[in-house]
């Protein structure tokens, strides 16, 4: 897995138990960085930060685009990877389009249910045709 995968899992992680323990996810990052010595990834940083500062924005684009789905009804680990390719989509211009969504589908292909790459790639894929628009 390359440094920028690595950094994504982690990310998720962070994002992830945030969610599950209703804590902030720099609450969360404190934490670890205090009960290890490792540093925490720039990338993996980037991300949380990310994320948080623009989570009402994506919470909403997802919510309009997922047919069907409300982010209540989605498994929180889907949620989580769809935040995080929806930041690196529309808010990372370093990363390409299609590497993000391929990125959040390997990401549901290990973590998620059967279900969930198509749904994210879906997702995601819609968002991208749609992201000169919804950046307007």
Do not use: C
Not at 10 to 38: H, P, Y
Not at 50 to 56: F, M, P, Y
């Amino acid at each position: 897995m390359s440094a920028r995968g690595k950094a994504r899992n982690r990310a998720l992680d962070v994002l992830f138990e945030a969610e599950q323990r209703s804590l902030s996810a720099f609450d969360v990052l404190r934490s670890r960085r205090e009960k290890t010595d490792q540093i925490v990834n720039p990338y993996t940083l980037e991300i949380v930060e990310g994320v948080v500062s623009h989570q009402a924005a994506i919470d909403e684009f997802l919510e309009t685009y997922s047919q069907g789905w409300t982010l209540e009804r989605m498994p929180s680990v889907d949620r989580i990877i769809l935040r995080i390719g929806t930041w690196e989509l529309l808010y990372n211009d370093d990363v390409p389009d299609g590497v993000a969504v391929s990125e959040a589908v390997a990401l549901a292909k290990t973590l998620s249910t059967d279900e969930s790459p198509s749904f994210i790639n879906g997702l995601l894929g819609r968002l991208q045709q749609l992201k000169p628009s919804l950046l307007a």
